[in-house]
C-alpha cells in the first residue's frame, strides 16, 4: 500500500518533457496562469485585429469621401465604424494606425528597458567612478524637459515614426536604469556572485548569468507599464505636431483629433481609446502572468 | 605531506571606513592582520575562530576573491599575491571553495546542472556532451540524483543544496578545496553526512582542504593541523591532537574548556572568557587578547608577542611563553 502511494507521487512529481527547456518551462507555467491567459488572448485579438483586419477590410484609411454628407457618418454596413471628420472610414483607420501604435510601444519600450538595464547592471556592478559617471549622465537625462528637446530634435532629424521611437527611447531609459543597479547593488553582495567569481568567471558572464535574470522580474513589469505609456506618450507628441504625421494614422492621433468632436461624435474617442486600454491592460496581465512564470520558486 | 602547497606570510586585509564630506578613509576594519600560515599537499588545516575573528576572511582573501592589502601568497612556491584576475583564471581551476550558506551561494533562476556544470562553461573544458556526462557523474559522486539536473535551487533541502555547492567546487577537480564552514548553517544528523562525504572525497580524489569552523569536536574530527585565530591573528597552530591535549595559548585554553565532554563524572574548569571580542577597528595594543586574558601582564600591554616554536610544528604567539 505504503509502495503504491509512494509510486503514485513520484509520478505525480515527474515532470512531462516539455519542462526541461527553460522556454518550455515558462509556457507551461504561463498557460496556467488564468490572468496571463486573458492578456495573451486581448493582445492576439488585437494583432489579428491590426494585421489580419486589412486583409479582409479592404478600403483606403486616407479615402476621403467628398462632400459634407460624407463626414460624421453612423457606422453602417458600408462604414462599421462610421467616418470621421474628413469623411474617412474609421475602421481602415483604426486596422493602419494600431499597427503603427502597436510597433512603436513595443519596440520603444523594450529596448528603453534593455538600454536601461544594461546601463543599471554596468553602473551598479562595476561601482566606483563608472557608477558615478553613469548615474550622474541618468540623473542630467532626468532633468531634461522632454518637449522642447523634442521640437528641436524634430527638426534636426525630421518626423516619423522611427523618430519618435528613438525619442521615447533616449528619455524613457533612465527609471530602468535606477532600478537596475539598485537590484544589482545588492545582488553582487550574494554568495552565487561571489561562487561564480570564484570559478574564473568573467565581468560579462556574471552580470548575463547571474544578476540579469534576477532582475528580470521587475523589468518585465517595467516594460508591459512602458508599453503603454510609450502608446500615450506617442498620442501626445503626434498632438503637438511632431509625432506621426496626418494623414498617417496611429491610435494616438486619431485620439487627439478627436478631441475637438467630443460632442458631435464621441464615438471617434470611443473606437481607440478602447483599442489603447484593452491593448495596455492586456499587455500588463501578460506581464505579471510572466513575471510569475519565470520566477521558479513560485508554484503555478 | 612534505610539500607546502599553499603558504601565507603576514597576510593583511584591510576593509577601509569611509566617512566626512569627501569620503576619505577615517578607518580601517583590521579583519586579517598579519597572518602566517601554510598548508601542506593533501592535509586539512582546521581554521578555528569565534564570529568576527577574521577565519572567513582569511579564506577568502587565501583564494584572491579579495584583494589583500598586505603580505605575500605562495601556490605551489608561485607569488600570486599580485596576480591580476586574468593571470588568476587559469588558477582558478585549481582553488575552489564551498561556501557557508545553502541558500545564497546558489543562482535561484540556474537549474542545478546548469550550476555545476558553470565551472566547465567558463573554462571551456570539453564538449557540450562530455561536460553533460561530468555534471551527472559528479551528481551521482556528491549524492544527488543525476535526473534533478533540471531542478531549481530551492526545491531542495539545506544537506543536498551543499551538496550542489560541492559538485561545483569539485567538477574542476581542485587541489585545494576551502570549506568555509560548510556544515554550520545545517542539522546536526545532515552535518555528519556532509562531514563523510568531504572525508571520502578527500581520500579519494587527493584533496587538500583549508576548513573553516567554530566547532572544535568537528575540527577535531577533521584537522591533521589546526591554526587558532583571534581577532584577525593566528595565535596558535599545531597537529591536531598536539593542540587539543596541550593547549598553550590562554585563548585556546578557554576555547577548548568549552567543548563538552559526553561523561557526567569528568569535573573540568572552565575558563570563561570576560567580555566581547574587541572591534577589529581599535584592536588593543600589543597582545590583541590582553583584554580578555586571565593572564594579562603589563608587557602585554606594550608589545605584541613574537611567533615562538613551543614544540615541533607547534607555534604560539604568547609572552607567557617568550619570557620564559
Redesign the interface.
Known sequence: MAEKALEAKKKGQQ?TSD??SYIGMVTHRLKRHKLAMAGVIMLVLMLVFVFVGPLVWRLDPNEQIEGLEGMFLTPSREHPMGTDDYGRDVLARMFYGGRISLSIGFISAVSSTLIGAFVGLVAGYYGGWIDNLLMRFTDAMLSIPTFPLLIALASVMGKGVTQIIMVIVVFGWMSDARLVRGMVLSLKE???V?????????AG?IMW??LF??T?AVLIVSTTIGIGSAIIYEASISFLGFGVQAPVASWGNMLQNAQQFIWTAPRLIVYPGMAIFLTVLGFNFFGDGLRDA?D??LKL | MATKLVEVQKLKKWFPIKGGIFSTVVASVKAVDEVDFFIYQGETLGLVGESGSGKTTAGRTLLKLLQPTGGKIQYKGADITDYSPTQMRPLRRNMQIMFQDPYGSLNPRMPVGDIIQEPLDVHVIGTRKERHDAVTTMMETVGLRPEYEKRYPHEFSGGQRQRIGLARALILNPELLVLDEPISALDVSIQSQIINLLQELQQRLNLTYLFIAHDLAVVRHMSDRVAVMYLGKVVETAENDELFDHPLHPYTQALLSAVPVPDPDVKRERIILQGDIPSPVNPPSGCHFRTRCPYAMPICKEQEPAVVEAAPGHTVSCHLLTKK
Do not use: D, F, M, T
Not at chain 1, 194 to 202: D, F, L, Q, T, V
Open positions: 515532470k519542462e526541461y550574494q554568495e552565487y561571489e561562487a561564480a567569481r570564484a570559478i574564473g568567471a568573467s558572464r548569468r547571474h535574470p534576477n528580470l519565470i521558479p520558486k
